[in-house]
């Protein structure tokens, strides 16, 4: 079993960034993939962004590339997601996920955990 525990959402004008994490809790944090992903009123659940159980290999929808950051630290059990120049379009929930495996990350299918959440509003 892991935990996964999201925070740092918030309320910002459009151009600002965010920096959201995730903790993890419960077996070892370094054997899982990890990724993002996001959901607005009505839309489904999108990828926004994976990495792999070193950070070696990372992963970005085409709409954050460019923008948003992922990164871990294994040494605390934790994944980050740094959001630059944000938009209005980017106002969602956003979750973070656990992956056993590097493949498919792009698809929320391959994840076994999920968090609950974090809200990301951005104004224009």
């Known amino acids: 079993q892991v935990q996964l525990v999201e925070s740092g959402g918030g309320l910002v004008q459009a151009a600002s960034s965010l920096r959201l994490s995730c903790a993890a809790s419960g077996r070892s944090f370094s054997s899982y993939c990890m990724g993002w992903f996001r959901q607005a009123p009505g839309a489904e659940r999108e990828f926004v962004a994976a990495?792999?159980?070193?950070?070696?290999?990372?992963y970005y929808a085409d709409s954050v590339k460019g923008r948003f950051t992922i990164s871990r630290d294994n040494a605390k059990n934790t994944v980050y997601l740094q959001m630059n120049s944000l938009k209005p379009e980017d106002t969602a929930v956003y979750y973070c996920?656990?992956?056993?495996?590097?493949?498919?990350?792009?698809?929320?299918?391959?994840?076994?955990?999920w968090g609950q959440g974090t809200q990301v509003t951005v104004s224009s």
């Open positions: 990495i792999t159980w070193s950070g070696i290999k990372t």
């Open positions: 996920a656990a992956a056993p495996s590097g493949y498919g990350l792009q698809s929320k299918e391959v994840y076994g955990y």
